[in-house]
């Protein structure tokens, strides 16, 4: 950081209600030792286990395909003679075949338009809500955020979990909302602003919209309250993470979480920075080989299976969320004893093979955002040519040569042949969610 953004920071707001540094939402839960850990997910693991036998029929049909009652599960191991859950398996018995509990008593219903065919539909009763919100509002502390603060929430109201979840958290936590949503973009530069937020709550990249916003207009949100970022809900860079701290004068934490399993908040990282930690009282995290389903040696890298521990309305069990990490087990410096997950890079389905090279849309944002003359924002296009697939990056710069600059680096750090096209400043378009990095244009079902 330089010292011209070191001296802005000097400049903050301080907010005299903060706690002090070291806090824990649930101290006990949080810093529980692994073997008491370990048993409480045992005896949470047989009990959804018996829930889902008694009251999904998919799931009482698997494991009676597999020849196995709730009673068999005697040790944490004993969950990899367990079936799988899919995406699909939610769509298939669309909308409420899934859940463990009868409508009448679901408090809310989220669900993901998802890109294809029908949507995925999840439910939570009333005391789902409130666990989530716990959950939410020890990710929020996590993340440093304390009760006093004013929490400027610019994640998706509606169907998408990301606005309520982080809302419910915030509550729980005894922060002052901001219930913004997306969109908006100025007003959301006036708000953090006049409201003195301390705290920013949405996706990275519609972040670096606010950010850019901001600048635009001359409002310098550096100079001013913020102090967090929560950001997640897509995958971003340690470049990304740079960029957002220097534009907005903020520590840029990533959250975790899909709907499917609750929402936001499943796991998050401390103020270490240092890897997510998984809620493990909450969630059993394995770490499986796509291709053949089995556990990678630990420490490697793979697909995230979780398993809910606490679900009532929508109990999953060893569901594949396709999104590709790495699970760490060591101590943390902030003496929190729950798994760390690293960064997700992306999900199996946005990997690109692009002449025998797989490249996940996040590694190529890590070239680009940095580089001199080269805005941070970006997209994908993928077409077909031949039997090939040609991948062409769409950047922003005001020099029309930087084309062979871009070229080169991509080349040299990821060993992708791409072809650049650059465009004039503001021409990529700008998120306000989740942001739609890939333009496919290959011909579907080939
Ligand atoms: O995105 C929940 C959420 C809201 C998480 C706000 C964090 C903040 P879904 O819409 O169901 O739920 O999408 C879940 O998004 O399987 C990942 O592929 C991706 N994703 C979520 N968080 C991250 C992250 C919400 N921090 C899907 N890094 C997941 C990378 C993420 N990918």
Same mark, same amino acid.
């Given at each position: 950081m330089n010292a011209m953004l070191q001296s802005r920071f000097a400049t903050k707001v301080h907010h005299p209600a903060r706690a002090p540094r070291?806090?824990?939402?649930d101290r006990e839960a949080e810093t529980m030792p692994r073997a008491a850990l370990e048993k409480l997910q045992l005896r949470r693991l047989r009990a959804t286990l018996k829930e889902a036998y008694e009251k999904v029929p998919l799931h009482r049909r698997r494991m009676q395909e597999a020849g196995l009652?709730?009673?068999? #599960?005697? *040790?944490?191991?004993? =969950?990899?003679k367990l079936h799988f859950t899919l995406k699909s398996d939610l769509r298939d018995h669309y909308?409420?075949?899934?859940?463990?509990?009868?409508? !009448? *008593? =679901?408090?809310r219903l989220h669900a993901s338009s998802g890109t294809t065919g029908k949507p995925t539909v999840v439910g939570y009763t009333r005391q789902d809500i409130a666990t989530w919100a716990s959950l939410m509002a020890r990710s929020l502390a996590c993340a440093g955020v304390r009760a006093g603060d004013v929490v400027h929430n610019a994640y998706g109201y509606? =169907?998408?979990?990301g606005g309520l979840g982080a809302h419910y958290g915030a509550e729980r936590l005894g922060a002052t909302v901001v219930?913004? *949503?997306?969109?908006?973009t100025e007003r959301q530069v006036l708000l953090i602003r006049d409201f003195a937020a301390r705290v920013l709550c949405a996706t990275p990249s519609y972040a670096l919209n606010i950010a850019e916003l901001a600048e635009r207009e001359g409002v310098d949100l550096r100079a001013? *309250? #913020?102090?967090i970022g929560i950001f997640g809900a897509e995958p971003w860079s340690e470049a990304m993470r740079r960029e957002l701290e220097a534009r907005l004068g903020i520590k840029a934490i990533d959250i975790y979480g899909l709907s499917e399993i609750m %929402?936001?908040?499943?796991a998050v990282e401390c103020e270490a920075q240092d890897g997510l930690h998984g809620w493990e009282d909450h969630f059993l995290f394995e770490i499986i080989?796509?291709? !053949?389903g089995r556990a990678v040696p630990e420490g490697k890298s793979g697909e995230l299976v979780i398993t809910t =521990? &606490?679900?009532?309305a929508l109990p999953m069990i060893?569901?594949? &969320?396709r999104d590709i990490t790495r699970l760490a087990r060591g101590r943390c410096a902030c003496g929190r004893t729950h798994a760390r997950l690293q960064r997700? !890079? %992306?999900?199996n389905d946005d990997m690109l093979i692009i002449r025998g090279v797989n490249v996940y849309p996040s590694q190529i944002e890590a070239v680009l955002v940095?580089?001199?003359?080269?805005? @941070?924002h970006y997209q994908l296009v993928v077409e077909r040519r031949g039997s090939l697939d040609e991948l062409t990056i769409e950047v922003e710069s005001s020099? @029309?040569?930087?084309a062979q600059h871009v070229r080169h680096h991509v080349k040299s750090m990821i060993g992708v042949t791409a072809a650049i096209k650059v465009m004039k400043p503001g021409e990529v378009p700008r998120s306000?969610?989740?942001?739609?990095r890939v333009r496919d244009l290959r011909p579907k079902g080939v």
């Open positions: 070291r806090f824990f939402f009652e709730p009673r068999d #599960l005697r *040790s944490l191991e004993d =969950l990899q909308p409420f075949g899934l859940f463990a509990r009868p409508r !009448t *008593s =679901l408090a509606g =169907l998408f979990t219930p913004m *949503s997306g969109g908006a001013g *309250s #913020l102090e %929402g936001p908040g499943v080989d796509p291709d !053949t =521990l &606490t679900k009532q060893r569901y594949r &969320t997700i !890079t %992306g999900r940095g580089l001199p003359g080269i805005a @941070p020099d @029309p040569g930087a306000q969610g989740k942001a739609v």
